[in-house]
């Protein structure tokens, strides 16, 4: 079953950091590609940023609004993924879902994390 | 970047009668690979978005088949046939495969009547 678990959210300051974890189970991590959307509070979904499979060479991509504050990374020996938020905002306030991409679309997707900034 | 755009954004039902989503897009979605990669999501209060359907009319395992996807080009549709009470959410859809960002639409506020 798969299976895609967030942690890491919580209250931070303005201008703080903050990372955020997806431990990914239930299927062969390094063949997927990986992303993170965030819902803010009584609103849509926004796409944050994706990060490719080790076949395409991890290659990272990033919302306008987040391009060189947030940072998406992967370790494979814990079949996680990261999303480092720097310089945070206080419209970065939302919850955070970590999705995995099949053809692109977005087949599964985590319970979320909060982050309020 | 492509804007995809939802009508209506709210949308009361009386149980047991059809519904129907739209999502209309800015420019074409067919894909260099001649397919179309427009996917829609239900999120029920409290919950995570859960993907119903993909490549426009594709159902995901589990989902009932009183849900039902159609569209080309830059029109698409969600169609529900008999609305039940744990049909009530939001409806988003998404287009994938087009360099991101991805897009979203706005959502559609499922209440019923």
């Known amino acids: 079953e798969v299976q895609l678990v967030e942690s890491g959210g919580g209250l931070v300051q303005p201008g703080g950091s903050l990372r955020l974890s997806c431990a990914a189970s239930?299927?062969?991590?390094?063949?997927?590609?990986m992303a993170w959307v965030r819902q803010a509070p009584g609103k849509g979904l926004e796409w944050v940023g994706c990060?490719?499979?080790?076949?395409?060479?991890?290659?990272?991509q990033y919302a306008a609004s987040v391009k060189g504050r947030f940072s998406i990374s992967t370790d494979e020996s814990k079949t996680t993924v990261y999303l480092q938020m720097n310089s945070l905002k206080t419209e970065d306030t939302a919850t955070y879902f970590c999705?995995?991409?099949?053809?692109?679309?977005?087949?599964?997707w985590g319970q979320g994390t909060l982050v309020t900034v | 970047d492509v804007v995809l755009t939802q009508s209506p954004l709210s949308l009361p039902v009386t149980l047991g009668q059809p519904a129907s989503i739209s999502c209309r897009s800015s420019?074409?979605?067919?894909?260099?690979?001649?397919?179309?990669?427009l996917s829609w999501f239900q999120q029920r209060p409290g919950l995570s978005p859960r993907r119903l359907i993909y490549?426009?009319?594709k159902r995901d395992s589990g989902v009932p088949d009183r849900f039902s996807g159609s569209g080309s080009g830059t029109d698409f549709t969600l169609k529900i046939s008999r609305v039940e009470a744990e049909d009530v959410g939001l409806y988003f859809c998404?287009?994938?495969?087009?360099?991101?960002?991805?897009?979203f639409g706005q959502g559609t506020k499922l209440e019923i009547k």
């Open positions: 490549e426009v009319s």
């Open positions: 420019q074409s979605l067919v894909y260099s690979d001649g397919n179309t990669y």
């Open positions: 990060i490719a499979n080790r076949h395409d060479g991890y290659i990272k």
């Open positions: 998404m287009l994938g495969a087009h360099w991101p960002p991805y897009s």
């Open positions: 239930g299927f062969i991590f390094s063949s997927y590609y």
């Open positions: 999705v995995r991409e099949s053809w692109w679309s977005y087949d599964y």
